[in-house]
């Protein structure tokens, strides 16, 4: 009788053990997928912007469709940062327009890293 209740003290509390943990599927995917230490502009926040932005926010876009907010290059992207803007659009902040135009909100750990990045001072490295 004293091996069944081991037994099952041991499964409670290796059920309790494993329960208590949590991580999304991302995180199991890849443990520092969200890690935002080291966010840096052309390692981070640059494929972000060229991949989820220029297509209307590029110079030529900006250009072609009479838009006036060109992300193009670290300097276009400054003042939108200094502003607040960058960040209230692709949080979409109710007082900013949501971006990317049409497309779904970045996800929760891009939007982290831009946050660390803007937090860092948004320096150009």
Not at 2 to 25: E, N
Not at 33 to 56: E, K, M
Not at 78 to 107: C, E, R
Request: glycine fraction near 8%; charge should be neutral; aromatic fraction near 8%.
């Amino acid at each position: 009788m004293h091996y069944k209740a081991l037994l099952t003290t041991l499964g409670l509390a290796a059920l309790a053990a494993f329960s208590a943990c949590s991580y999304d599927k991302e995180e199991l995917a890849n443990p520092n997928a969200c890690n935002t230490a080291g966010t840096t502009y052309r390692q981070h926040i640059l494929p972000v912007l060229q991949n989820s932005c220029y297509s209307c926010h590029s110079s030529a876009a900006a250009a072609q469709h009479g838009r006036n907010i060109s992300l193009e290059g670290y300097s276009q992207v400054q003042p939108w940062v200094l502003n607040g803007k960058l960040l209230a659009a692709i949080n979409h902040a109710p007082t900013a327009p949501a971006m990317p135009q049409g497309g779904p909100k970045l996800d929760n750990c891009t939007l982290a890293r831009f946050s660390a990045w803007v937090g860092a001072g948004a320096p150009d490295n």
